[in-house]
């Protein structure tokens, strides 16, 4: 008896060391993940390299400059440098104030059309005409309506930001399982409660999935705002257009990087947001 006790309370120990276990190496990134992009971005820098140095003749190659000269002329120069990161530290407070505002209205809208039929079926249909709607041709309007500053830039970032919240938001809202709904139906719960404690955690993971794709959007939507609008503080779309008049491909290859870098970072920002929301999720699963 003595041990087949002590073998049931080994087996016991070892089931619940494994799920730790298992937990911890889920949490630790797997070598391709940081050696494949390592081995792409190589593989692009030396493409890169070898069509400017080798396939474009020397008086044409300032088309496309190699990467060595994008990093001596361009981030490496302190003077192109810190005007490139003013202007664009103006476009990511725009794109951000955007994005802000379409979070709010996009979660509102979704919440709202969750909550009654009616409301989807009058609102919804308006959300795809709004992300049908060319932007190119809206942003000309919105100057002559609201003026070619701040308040015109953030409007044009909200409207193309604002769809993939609604409809992720939305997703997530109606996801939630019956079994789930009837529990709460069967505890009573109000229409607010089930919605402030059942509904809007459960819709966090596709929530934050959309605010992950309106991240690069919005810097997008701030990018062409910056073309039309040239009133107010320069953003970086007004410097790339500098750029390419000038022919400064260097620079403009620069802001065009740093530009990209700046949406990577918002992605990443949401998607490390993600991940731990996960996590929560499935401790409290779990519990």
Not at 89 to 113: C, E, P
Not at 135 to 142: E, G, H, R, T
Not at 249 to 256: F, P, R
């Given at each position: 008896?003595?041990?087949?006790?002590?073998?049931?309370?080994?087996?016991?120990?070892?089931?619940?060391?494994q799920p730790k276990q298992s937990a911890r190496a889920r949490r630790r990134p797997a070598p391709v993940r940081i050696i494949a992009?390592?081995?792409?971005?190589?593989?692009?820098?030396?493409?890169?390299?070898?069509?400017?140095?080798?396939?474009?003749?020397?008086?044409?190659?300032?088309?496309?400059?190699?990467?060595?000269?994008?990093?001596?002329?361009?981030?490496?120069?302190?003077?192109?440098?810190?005007?490139?990161?003013?202007?664009?530290?103006?476009?990511?407070?725009?794109?951000?104030?955007?994005?802000?505002?379409?979070?709010?209205?996009?979660?509102?809208?979704?919440?709202?059309?969750?909550?009654?039929?009616?409301?989807?079926?009058?609102?919804?249909?308006?959300?795809?005409?709004?992300?049908?709607?060319?932007?190119?041709?809206?942003?000309?309007?919105?100057?002559?309506?609201?003026?070619?500053?701040?308040?015109?830039?953030?409007?044009?970032?909200?409207?193309?930001?604002?769809?993939?919240?609604?409809?992720?938001?939305?997703?997530?809202?109606?996801?939630?399982?019956?079994?789930?709904?009837?529990?709460?139906?069967?505890?009573?719960?109000?229409?607010?409660?089930?919605?402030?404690?059942?509904?809007?955690?459960?819709?966090?993971?596709?929530?934050?999935?959309?605010?992950?794709?309106?991240?690069g959007m919005a810097i997008i939507g701030s990018i062409v705002a910056d073309f039309f609008f040239r009133q107010g503080e320069p953003?970086?779309?007004r410097m790339i257009d500098v750029y390419r008049q000038r022919l400064a491909t260097e620079e403009l290859l620069t802001a065009l990087?740093?530009?990209?870098?700046?949406?990577?970072?918002?992605?990443?920002?949401?998607?490390?947001?993600?991940?731990?929301?996960?996590?929560?999720?499935?401790?409290?699963?779990?519990?």
């Amino acid at each position: 008896m003595t041990t087949v006790a002590a073998d049931t309370a080994a087996h016991t120990v070892v089931a619940q060391s494994q799920p730790k276990q298992s937990a911890r190496a889920r949490r630790r990134p797997a070598p391709v993940r940081i050696i494949a992009p390592v081995v792409v971005f190589v593989l692009v820098i030396g493409a890169w390299f070898l069509a400017s140095r080798y396939l474009i003749a020397e008086e044409s190659r300032f088309l496309l400059p190699g990467p060595e000269k994008v990093l001596s002329e361009g981030l490496l120069d302190s003077a192109v440098r810190s005007e490139i990161l003013s202007a664009l530290g103006s476009t990511v407070l725009v794109a951000l104030s955007g994005l802000l505002i379409a979070m709010v209205l996009g979660v509102g809208f979704a919440v709202v059309m969750s909550q009654a039929r009616w409301a989807e079926y009058s609102l919804y249909p308006y959300a795809v005409i709004l992300q049908t709607i060319p932007i190119l041709a809206v942003v000309p309007l919105f100057g002559f309506w609201f003026g070619y500053e701040f308040g015109s830039r953030v409007i044009v970032c909200v409207m193309v930001s604002l769809f993939p919240v609604v409809t992720n938001t939305l997703f997530g809202l109606k996801a939630v399982a019956p079994a789930e709904h009837d529990l709460f139906t069967l505890h009573g719960a109000t229409r607010a409660q089930r919605l402030l404690k059942l509904q809007l955690p459960a819709a966090l993971p596709a929530m934050i999935s959309g605010f992950k794709i309106s991240g690069g959007m919005a810097i997008i939507g701030s990018i062409v705002a910056d073309f039309f609008f040239r009133q107010g503080e320069p953003g970086i779309g007004r410097m790339i257009d500098v750029y390419r008049q000038r022919l400064a491909t260097e620079e403009l290859l620069t802001a065009l990087l740093l530009s990209s870098l700046a949406g990577l970072i918002l992605f990443w920002f949401f998607d490390f947001l993600a991940v731990r929301v996960e996590r929560a999720h499935g401790r409290r699963r779990g519990h």
